[in-house]
């Protein structure tokens, strides 16, 4: 599964709507697909991050797609130490 970097940015004009949402809890629930993996939030900022894995990067575009209204982002894919290390030694860099 490819794993993807998820980071936003919440103008403060929406705050108290995505904040609504977020306590309301149905918008948090991942779509079968799609795993979240972890998601961290600037102390006292209204930027965060998520690390998501799927297969399908169409269900990752669906579930941000609920959130466009109110966030900005940027998608990054991502490889963790473990899969880098694995190309290292791949190509004799290890």
Known sequence: MAKYMVAWDLPPEHRNEAVGRFMGGSAMEMPDGLALLGRWHA??????WSVVETDDPTILADWLLIWTDLFTYD?????ADEEYGELFQKHGLG
């Open 43 to 48: 102390v006292g900022g209204v930027i965060g």
């Open 75 to 79: 998608v990054t894919p991502v490889l």
